[in-house]
């Protein structure tokens, strides 16, 4: 749940681990640190707060030369944010310089044991534990860097990403991977290290994925070698041609990336559903589902795992899949499934959906439902991810990379993705008519143009933000379809603009919510036309005679509601089952716009990090 990022090579290091760590802040961001080498020693820099207090203190008090260097940017899990607990970390000899993205499980027990030899630690962390038992190994068995960080990495229990160097071998840094991710950009005689590929995108498309057990002894002007840590055994790199441009990671006109997202969904849909959708023909083509349908089609249960708004995204599923395709789904936090000792069969297909593609939990249950049997499918949008990589099948939702903290074109395109999915089933299962099939299948090629006509309401929500941006709580109700919804626009409220907002289905409200409404208390309530609307129409009423102020979100040309509700949203008509795609658009520039009113910083809410790699 950090970033990393290090180069090797012919270039000043310092402005390109600069660059690459503001674009890993997405990782974690509570400090933050930088260590070059010189030609004569090592300089390093590091302190509590962002890239770009780091970038202040650095180019105040170290030589920033140099043509090797690692850097860092933190999510805190051992130790609180400040300047010693930041990395990098020396060895005790000053030596050894370290950066380190997971944890070591079993880092107090090797502390103890290098202690009794006489090393002492300044900072709380398991990375500063892992320098020194690298040093301890390396002097004890009088091996070379790379043979050191490999005994030492079989002796901790636990997840890692690492980058190394050694002061007195300034031609080669060290990387090994367990469990979070580690990407290697290979240019003309100079190497990357990164979390991901965009810290190097600009220089190379080039790129190889650690595998997780293997390391890579980098050096320049030879080859990248990879190892197995386990046993020693040769791996050979995969070089991969990189898609993503320079222009995608960057925020261009907008102040947030958040905005920024929100507004690319028309264009994220599209670019999810082409290729696959095939309207004319009546087709949907995706090659993960194609190849392994029977798996599908035989499946006494569909199984979705996720966390946070993939999660939400599954629920959205689970109506889908039920309505569609009739086959019976259960949506579970990934968290809860893997430590649940879940029933799971080889007749079971489980869906596991992450727009990281790292998120532990997700990842550690796709691992438990293997185990069992299942077959297991991925819906991921970081493209060789570790849970692409880890699941039988899967389909990718090209939604380009997602850098704003809070998930939003993430959340459509999954939503897009799993509703293709379901839509194929329901056709080969003949759930229903060549007519529904049709009808949904153009409606679904219609979405992107509806979005961006959702995404005119942004300065009716500004204005409606501006009345609200101040209160304490807030309600979010919908039902079926917009019930997911529901709880996802509660999520971007509160991870965002730190207000208190629960997400309900709008029937619950009565069985215990309502007693919450009074004169002060928002209720923001999705109304379409064509999902239960009488019903929520009349909990429209229950909130108004408990004088609850409500903001609905209603389809074009809505008249009842209109005159309920204290204000509201309107997005263009569509079939029940694609709602979700429409409705959540007003609730993500809600919480934008509120958060932004706050002074909150929308990219990077406190104490979140966009890919959740510790459990
Ligand atoms: C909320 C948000 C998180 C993620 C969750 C799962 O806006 O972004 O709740 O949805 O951490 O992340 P992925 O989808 O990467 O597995």
Redesign the pocket.
């Known amino acids: 749940m950090c970033g990393i990022v290090g180069y090797i090579g012919h270039r000043e290091a310092y402005p390109i681990i600069m660059k690459g760590l503001q674009r890993l802040e997405y990782r974690g961001y509570d400090s933050a640190g930088i260590a070059l080498y010189d030609g004569n020693q090592i300089n390093l820099a590091k302190t509590k707060g962002k890239v770009i207090d780091l970038k202040s203190k650095s180019e105040n008090s170290i030589s920033l030369e140099g043509t090797l260097g690692i850097g860092h940017t933190r999510w805190a899990t051992h130790g609180i944010p400040n300047d010693t607990n930041s990395h990098p970390h020396y060895s005790n000899s000053g030596d050894l310089v370290i950066i380190h993205n997971g944890i070591i499980e079993n880092y107090e027990t090797i502390k103890k044991e290098l202690s009794k030899r006489g090393y002492v630690f300044s900072s709380d962390t398991d990375t500063e534990v892992l320098v020194n038992l690298i040093e301890e190994v390396k002097k004890k068995e009088n091996v070379l860097l790379g043979k050191a960080v490999q005994i030492a990495l079989n002796q901790v229990v636990g997840a890692y990403a690492i980058a190394v160097f050694d002061r007195n071998k300034p031609d080669e840094i060290v990387v090994a991977k367990l469990g979070s991710p580690l990407a290697i950009g290979i240019g003309q005689q100079e190497f990357f290290i990164a979390s991901d590929a965009s810290p190097f995108i600009e220089f190379t498309n080039n790129a190889v994925y650690l595998q997780d057990q293997e390391m890579a002894i980098i050096r320049l002007g030879k080859e990248i070698k990879l190892r197995k840590i386990q046993d020693d055994a040769i791996a050979y790199p995969l070089v991969q041609e990189l898609q993503m441009n320079l222009e995608e990671i960057e925020k261009g006109m907008y102040d947030h990336f958040m905005l920024k997202e929100i507004y690319e969904q028309p264009s994220a849909i599209k670019d999810t559903y082409r290729g696959r959708l095939r309207v004319e023909q009546g087709i949907i083509k995706m090659a993960g589902i194609d190849q392994n349908i029977e798996r599908f089609l035989n499946a006494q249960r569909i199984i979705i795992v996720?966390?946070?708004?993939?999660w939400h995204a599954g629920l959205v599923a689970e109506y889908i899949f039920e309505d569609l395709a009739r086959i019976p789904v259960e949506v579970e936090y990934a968290s809860e499934f893997r430590y649940r000792n879940p029933v799971i069969t080889d007749k079971d297909v489980v869906i596991a959906?992450?727009?990281?593609?790292?998120?532990a939990d997700?990842l550690a249950a796709i691992k438990l439902a293997k185990e069992r049997g299942a077959y297991v499918f991925g819906v991921c949008n970081v493209v060789g991810s570790s849970i692409a990589r880890e699941t039988h099948a899967g389909a990718y939702t090209h939604a380009g990379p997602e850098i704003g903290?809070?998930?939003t074109k993430?959340f459509t395109t999954q939503i897009t993705i799993l509703s293709l999915i379901a839509l194929k089933l329901a056709k080969e299962k003949g759930a229903f008519s060549d007519s529904k099939y049709h009808e949904i299948l153009s409606e679904l090629e219609n979405i992107p143009s509806k979005v961006e006509v959702a995404l005119e309401s942004n300065s009716l929500v500004e204005i409606i933000s501006e009345e609200y941006k101040d209160s304490d709580n807030c309600l979010y109700l919908g039902r079926g379809y917009n019930f997911p919804v529901a709880l996802e626009g509660a999520?971007?409220l509160k991870?965002i603009s730190y207000i208190h907002a629960e997400g309900y289905p709008a029937a619950e409200m009565k069985h215990g919510p309502i007693a919450l409404i009074d004169e002060q208390m928002p209720v923001i309530v999705i109304a379409t036309n064509n999902g239960h609307y009488e019903k929520v129409v009349s909990n429209i009423q229950e909130i108004k005679s408990r004088k609850g102020k409500i903001i609905a979100i209603v389809t074009e040309g809505d008249e009842q509601v209109r005159e309920l509700a204290d204000h509201v949203i309107e997005v263009p008509e569509t079939l029940e089952c694609l709602t979700p795609l429409l409705t959540t658009i007003p609730l993500q520039l809600l919480s934008y716009h509120i958060a932004v009113m706050r002074g909150c910083n929308v990219d990077q809410p406190r104490n979140l990090a966009?890919?959740?790699t510790v459990e």
């Open positions: 996720a966390c946070g708004t993939s959906i992450s727009q990281s593609g790292e998120t997700t903290v809070a998930s993430a999520l971007k991870e966009k890919s959740v």
